[in-house]
């Protein structure tokens, strides 16, 4: 399975980008999706995730009421909107593929990542 994350870019803050993961097989189809991100000189850390039919979602709490997780399982594409975004949102975002079909918040549930977005937000 092969992911390809898009959609990152330089926004001022305040401002909003919408991410796009696209997987290439349809074996993502029943597997949880999630965002994860890491900034320079820090750890990956959740962002977002959604299960398998898009009826769970699950955010980290300095995300949450900003971003929105969704997912098209006929296109095989998970979407991550940021608004609100803020600097301290800066980072490489990564899509992933769950080993299951819940929305983890557990990197290690994740088996399949895709190349990552760079998100810049400027003051």
């Known amino acids: 399975v092969q992911l390809q994350a898009s959609g990152g870019g330089l926004v001022q803050a305040g401002g909003s980008l919408r991410l796009s993961c696209a997987a290439s097989?349809?074996?993502?189809?029943?597997?949880?999706m999630g965002w994860f991100r890491q900034a320079p000189g820090k750890e990956r850390e959740f962002v977002a995730a959604i299960s398998w039919n898009g009826g769970l979602t699950n955010y980290a709490g300095s995300v949450k009421d900003r971003f929105t997780i969704s997912r098209d399982r006929t296109k095989n594409t998970v979407n991550l909107q940021m608004n609100s975004l803020k600097p301290e949102d800066t980072a490489v975002y990564y899509c992933?593929?769950?080993?299951?079909?819940?929305?983890?918040?557990?990197?290690?549930?994740?088996?399949?990542w895709g190349q990552g977005t760079l998100v810049t937000v400027s003051s």
């Open positions: 097989r349809r074996t993502t189809t029943n597997n949880g």
């Open positions: 992933a593929a769950s080993r299951s079909a819940v929305a983890s918040s557990d990197s290690r549930m994740y088996a399949y």
